[in-house]
């Protein structure tokens, strides 16, 4: 069974059910094809962390964005 986790920061601009809906399939066909894995057998998992608990060389996204002034 494929077991498929996407990490996104949450953002100002909120992603959609829709959106969501989308990566869920698509990425539910990717494996389906690439695989030839069962869809009905593949988990996909969206989680939304925040800026502040997302790091990147040993800063969070929200110090890094303060520095570039965006």
Not at 18 to 39: P, S, Y
Request: charged share 35%; no cysteine.
């Amino acid at each position: 069974m494929p077991y498929v986790n996407i990490k996104i920061t949450k953002e100002k601009e909120v992603v959609s059910a829709e959106q969501k809906r989308a990566l869920i399939v698509g990425v539910t066909k990717l494996l389906g094809d690439t695989l030839k894995r069962d869809a009905s057998r593949t988990v996909v998992v969206i989680e939304e962390v925040s800026t502040d608990d997302y790091g990147f060389g040993g800063e969070s996204i929200t110090e890094l964005r303060s520095k570039q002034g965006k």
